[in-house]
């Protein structure tokens, strides 16, 4: 079975690109064609009467509902897990699997060629031992091996600096380049 072919244009052009223009504020690839293209022309005009109402919509201020964090965040806090950090005579220290996985977010966006990224602690990760997922928007230009593996190591380094655990492994993905800088 083959898939069906990428839709195109009456002039052969890739539709998407203009959906980029139009909603992503991104150059025209070829400006000369498009300002002579009857095709491209149409389809900008239809796409920008469609995008319109959205992104008007989009900008208008969304007012959250009183007490909405609070309720969220006790809900998190309830059903998050805990790590052990330390134990003592005294007691034991944890951390709730958030903050775990905010120090290790911060420790990943702080790295030059990380756009925006996400991370998970995986089911498997007892004790304290973590095993992490970073999944990532990188920018164009940097070598992606490098830039995953300088990832790793300051999640790693972060984690353990900040609350004595040590990482396992971290799975890096990178499921976007960011070419906009």
């Given at each position: 079975?083959?898939?069906?072919?990428?839709?195109?244009?009456?002039?052969?052009?890739?539709?998407?690109?203009?959906?980029?223009?139009?909603?992503?504020?991104?150059?025209?690839?070829d400006?000369?064609?498009?300002?002579?293209?009857?095709?491209?022309?149409?389809?900008?005009?239809?796409?920008?009467?469609?995008?319109?109402?959205?992104?008007?919509?989009?900008?208008?201020?969304?007012?959250?509902?009183?007490?909405?964090?609070?309720?969220?965040m006790?809900?998190?806090?309830?059903?998050?897990?805990?790590?052990?950090?330390?134990?003592?005579?005294?007691?034991?220290?944890?951390?709730?699997?958030?903050?775990?996985?905010?120090?290790?977010?911060?420790?990943?966006?702080?790295?030059?060629?990380?756009?925006?990224?996400?991370?998970?602690?995986?089911?498997g990760t007892?004790?304290?031992?973590?095993?992490?997922?970073?999944?990532?928007?990188?920018?164009l230009?940097?070598?992606?091996?490098?830039?995953?593996?300088?990832?790793?190591?300051?999640?790693?380094?972060?984690?353990?600096?900040?609350?004595?655990?040590?990482?396992?492994?971290?799975?890096?993905?990178?499921?976007?380049?960011?070419?906009?800088?």
């Amino acid at each position: 079975m083959t898939a069906p072919p990428p839709p195109s244009l009456a002039c052969g052009r890739d539709p998407l690109a203009l959906v980029e223009q139009v909603v992503d504020g991104a150059p025209a690839v070829d400006p000369a064609h498009q300002d002579s293209c009857a095709s491209c022309q149409d389809a900008l005009q239809r796409l920008r009467a469609a995008a319109g109402p959205l992104q008007r919509l989009a900008a208008e201020p969304v007012a959250v509902p009183r007490g909405l964090t609070t309720r969220v965040m006790t809900r998190l806090r309830r059903e998050g897990g805990r790590l052990p950090l330390s134990s003592g005579p005294l007691g034991q220290d944890t951390a709730s699997d958030l903050v775990v996985l905010q120090i290790a977010r911060r420790a990943a966006r702080s790295i030059p060629g990380v756009r925006r990224c996400s991370v998970a602690l995986d089911s498997g990760t007892a004790g304290d031992k973590l095993t992490l997922t970073v999944h990532l928007t990188a920018a164009l230009g940097p070598a992606l091996p490098a830039l995953a593996e300088q990832v790793r190591v300051a999640v790693g380094a972060d984690l353990a600096a900040l609350t004595g655990l040590q990482v396992d492994q971290v799975q890096v993905f990178v499921d976007d380049i960011d070419v906009d800088g």
